[in-house]
């Protein structure tokens, strides 16, 4: 037998500790969810985006002195490649009257003119919703076109495990905006799209290997099947591990050195792409096992594999007797 298929890890049998760990996260996730609640942000909620040249660089702290008495939880970034215009997103919709008054402050504290008034955009409640319909809708396309794609590719049962393995990472990215309460924006919909294909590629990779190894080793008992699967996961591990260690790296250096705006985007981006590398070796193909052993409609059970285990079964028994 080839070396490779000599070598495993026991992850099958520990399949109800791998998914108590991933109810535990879950069950966080929804708490906070269900607690905290998600803090929307103007893309979503509706607002206004103010941004102003202030000719200078500038400290946030100093720009929420002034926004604070506008809307104290307004948003500070900056443009420019100089960066030295201020951009001042609120949730609260400011009218003319309101606008006014807050460039004045700046007027009055960075000497500016009324030509520094760079552009004043407000955007509606209805914009937001409709952004969020559009992103509910966007995910739940992305999933169902996945699991149509593995279903053809694969099985219907590899499917629904790696549909179920987003799902769970999905939920565990949204305790975590809920948790630290991280402004739900436009960066939400790139990190939840980022998410799911890294996620679904990683998991995608182990069960070609078990296709392949499929045909190798066979799955005549329910014991074999666990053999299956932990050598197939045990040959793809070191390249899971090793793809998301040089992936987190990149990622963690920006959290660390980028601006808030992006450690916002950052921080959800390590937690999701953590949660797909577990979740494509510990809960995707143990998933995937379960299925096969509980339906009666499963591949494993299936009234072909049954006869290819019987032959299979044939075949040893002749090459027995030889021996």
């Known amino acids: 037998m080839n070396e490779n298929l000599r070598k495993k890890l026991p992850i099958i049998e520990h399949t109800k500790v791998w998914l108590s760990i991933s109810l535990i996260l879950i069950v966080i996730a929804v708490g906070a969810t269900l607690i905290r609640g998600l803090n929307y942000g103007i893309d979503f909620v509706g607002g206004s985006v103010i941004t102003i040249d202030l000719h200078q660089t500038f400290d946030t702290k100093d720009i929420k002195k002034i926004t604070d008495s506008f809307d104290?939880?307004?948003d500070i970034t900056y443009t420019g490649k100089q960066k030295h215009e201020v951009v001042i997103s609120t949730k609260a919709s400011l009218n003319n009257?309101?606008?006014?008054?807050?460039?004045?402050?700046?007027?009055?504290?960075y000497h500016l003119d009324k030509k520094d008034l760079v552009s004043v955009?407000?955007?509606?409640?209805?914009?937001?919703?409709?952004?969020?319909?559009?992103t509910i809708i966007a995910s739940i396309v992305a999933v169902v076109l996945m699991l149509v794609y593995i279903t053809i590719r694969f099985e219907f049962y590899f499917g629904l495990s790696a549909v179920l393995a987003l799902v769970h990472d999905i939920v565990?990215?949204?305790?975590?905006?809920?948790?630290?309460?991280?402004?739900?924006?436009?960066?939400?919909i790139a990190a939840i799209l980022t998410i799911l294909g890294y996620s679904i590629n990683d998991t995608i990779v182990v069960f070609d290997r078990i296709r392949e190894n499929e045909g190798l080793l066979g799955i005549s008992t329910e014991a074999e099947l666990d053999n299956l699967v932990d050598i197939s996961?045990?040959?793809?591990?070191?390249?899971?591990?090793?793809t998301?260690?040089?992936?987190?790296?990149?990622?963690?250096?920006?959290?660390i050195?980028?601006?808030?705006?992006?450690?916002?985007?950052?921080?959800?981006?390590?937690?999701?792409?953590?949660?797909?590398?577990?979740?494509?070796?510990?809960?995707?193909?143990?998933?995937?096992?379960?299925?096969?052993?509980?339906?009666?409609?499963?591949?494993?059970?299936?009234?072909?594999?049954?006869?290819?285990?019987?032959?299979?079964?044939?075949?040893?028994?002749?090459?027995?007797?030889?021996?």
């Open 121 to 134: 955009e407000n955007i509606t409640a209805s914009v937001g919703a409709e952004t969020s319909r559009n």
């Open 233 to 242: 996961i045990t040959q793809t591990m070191r390249r899971s591990i090793n």
């Open 257 to 323: 050195f980028a601006v808030d705006a992006i450690r916002d985007f950052a921080l959800p981006l390590i937690v999701g792409i953590a949660s797909g590398c577990y979740s494509s070796i510990f809960v995707a193909s143990p998933l995937w096992v379960i299925f096969q052993k509980k339906s009666a409609r499963s591949k494993f059970n299936s009234t072909s594999q049954k006869r290819r285990n019987r032959q299979r079964s044939k075949r040893r028994h002749v090459e027995k007797i030889e021996v």
């Open 244 to 255: 998301v260690a040089t992936t987190l790296v990149a990622i963690v250096a920006l959290y």
């Open 97 to 109: 009257r309101q606008q006014k008054k807050l460039f004045s402050k700046f007027q009055t504290k």
């Open 172 to 188: 565990i990215v949204i305790g975590v905006y809920a948790l630290f309460q991280i402004q739900v924006n436009s960066p939400f």
């Open 72 to 74: 104290k939880s307004a």
